[in-house]
């Protein structure tokens, strides 16, 4: 042990600053490792996350950043047969998700995982919305649908009508947000939500679709779809299902 | 003598070492410095020479300490002092936290578990005697090999039980499971995510559907299973087909198929060791 001490008190200090930083980046490397490598950029990620699930690789369409989730990001890719949701959350300790959702034909809707959040005493929901379309003419698309749920024997309904203008060659990108401030806790603690609060659960279940675990026991959403052209005319009208899991497990069958 | 010595050696060092701004430089080069005036002083004594004279010619060839000190001084630079503490520093934390991660890391791929816990359910079966009469009916190695985006997949270890409970009004029951190994080399690689869509057909056309449906179509025959890390770059796919309903086919195909992919593994059920 001396012999190594006097050892390595004759290499030159400059030599020895080289070694214990070649030391620190061999353990730098290695910890990184042990961190399960974390991605440096969102694409990076993604690109991963894509290979981890063997899908893609896929065009990215946008990426959205919701504020208040628990998600950073949520990036939409299009691989030409489906369409992936992926939303990267940013934290080591908390995991990404990826949705591989199928076209179904010319024209498809898809809601993303809905993105809900609490500031102060509120509940806010933001559900975005997309239409892939096989329609070049088209410049401005119409939806509508209408969601019910039936609650502890009360009904609830509501039909939401929306419309966008292209932004981007292929699909159409619509946005529901939908605050509720009446939140209250009963007597044992359980928070209920007003009429408004579940319009918002009626959403969120809608949302839900694009997982299909999540949607076992939901049923197909028609959504009607209106495109119209430069020149305001109407080319399609056409009410399109929304898949959700039985649906999806019926395919897989038939394949 | 030695005091003397000690002191009048010692001042002269401690003159020469006084710009060194390093402070544990100063200790080193101090030590250096008086080793070296004493190996002279003890060389003049052998040859003949006087103490007084030895010393005295000893500090003569040491030359005057002001002189020296500027010299030390710009040889020890405390920049190169304090890098090298820094890098030591830093080397000491990040070999803790290179523990730190490495233990969960290693615990995980290679603890599965207290050993009361620990069986293998391609040797042995969990149900007990008192419950059934548990019998293998096939345990094989079909080493079937598939590639893709980097992964490679092997399937190593199939099993298929039929147990006769003994209570009759329980049905039979067939268990049916299978393991793939999915290597990749890549570290940033991580957790195989497929495997919920891994799916089955048999011979005879019996469907499996994949684990992700597999509460929309709660009853039907399906793919279930769970991923664990089981060793370095390797994780392991314990899977098992429920609702088993393939007592008469000849094979078995595992089928991932999504995104453009073509993964087919086959277990032969006419092979293997049987009870």
Redesign the interface.
């Known amino acids: 042990m001396r012999k190594l001490k006097r050892l390595w008190g004759n290499i030159p200090?400059?030599a020895?600053?080289g070694i214990?930083?070649l030391?620190?980046v061999v353990?730098?490397f290695?910890?990184y490792?042990?961190?399960?490598?974390p991605?440096f950029t969102l694409e990076q990620n993604f690109r991963?996350?894509e290979?981890?699930?063997?899908?893609?690789p896929s065009e990215i369409l946008a990426v959205y950043e919701p504020a208040g989730s628990d998600y950073e990001h949520l990036l939409v890719a299009d691989?030409g047969?489906?369409v992936i949701f992926y939303l990267h959350s940013g934290s080591l300790y908390s995991s990404d998700a990826?949705y591989?959702r199928e076209k179904t034909g010319d024209l498809t809707v898809l809601a993303a995982p809905g993105i809900g959040y609490f500031p102060s005493d509120k509940y806010v929901l933001d559900l975005p919305i997309f239409v892939f379309d096989n329609y070049p003419k088209a410049v401005r698309a119409e939806l509508e649908f209408t969601l019910s749920e039936t609650v502890n024997d009360v009904y609830y309904e509501r039909t939401f009508q929306l419309e966008s203008d292209r932004e981007e060659a292929g699909w159409f990108h619509f946005n529901i947000r939908m605050e509720s401030e009446s939140w209250y806790v009963d007597e044992w603690g359980w928070e209920h939500g007003t009429r408004l609060g579940n319009e918002a659960y009626l959403l969120y279940e809608f949302s839900y679709m694009c997982g299909?675990?999540d949607?076992?026991?939901l049923q197909p959403q028609p959504v009607a779809v209106r495109l119209y052209d430069e020149r305001e005319e109407l080319i399609l009208d056409e009410t399109v299902q929304v898949r959700?899991?039985?649906d999806?497990?019926h395919r897989?069958?038939e394949? | 003598m030695a005091n003397y010595l000690n002191y009048s050696f010692k001042t002269w060092c401690l003159r020469a070492i006084a710009q060194i701004r390093f402070p544990p430089d100063q200790d080193a080069v101090m030590a250096e410095l008086y080793a070296h005036m004493l190996d002279h002083y003890d060389a003049l004594m052998e040859a003949g020479v006087g103490r007084e004279e030895a010393e005295r010619r000893t500090l003569e060839a040491m030359g005057s300490p002001e002189e020296i000190a500027p010299q030390l001084a710009a040889v020890h630079h405390p920049f190169?002092?304090w890098?090298?503490w820094g890098?030591?520093i830093?080397?000491a934390l990040?070999?803790c936290?290179?523990v730190f991660?490495?233990v969960p890391?290693l615990r995980n791929t290679f603890y599965s578990g207290p050993d009361w816990n620990r069986y293998d359910p391609y040797e042995d079966t969990y149900i007990s005697d008192e419950v059934g009469v548990t019998e293998l009916v096939l345990r094989t190695e079909p080493d079937q090999s598939a590639e893709?985006?980097?992964?490679h997949l092997t399937l190593t270890r199939a099993a298929w039980w039929h147990t006769d409970f003994v209570d009759d009004s329980q049905e039979d029951l067939d268990t049916f499971r299978f393991q793939i190994r999915v290597f990749n080399p890549r570290?940033?690689?991580?957790?195989?995510?497929?495997y919920e869509?891994l799916?089955a057909e048999d011979s005879l056309g019996n469907?499996y559907?994949?684990f992700?449906?597999d509460?929309?179509?709660?009853g039907d025959p399906g793919v279930t299973g769970n991923c664990y890390h089981s060793a370095p770059f390797t994780y392991t796919l314990d899977m098992w087909l429920s609702n088993f309903c393939s007592m008469d086919a000849d094979w078995i195909d595992i089928h991932?198929?999504?995104?453009?992919?073509d993964?087919v593994l086959r277990i032969d059920l006419t092979g293997g060791d049987g009870a």
């Open positions: 200090r400059r020895r600053i214990n930083l030391g620190i353990l730098a290695e910890v490792c042990f961190l399960g490598c991605a991963r996350a290979k981890a699930n063997l899908v893609g691989d047969s489906a990826l591989y299909y675990r949607s076992f026991n959700c899991a039985k999806m497990a897989e069958r394949k | 190169w002092g890098l090298l890098t030591r830093a080397l990040i070999l936290a290179a991660c490495a890391y893709s985006d980097g992964f570290p940033w690689a991580g957790r195989p995510e497929f869509w799916w469907y559907y994949p992700y449906l509460n929309a179509v709660a991932y198929d999504r995104s453009g992919r993964i």
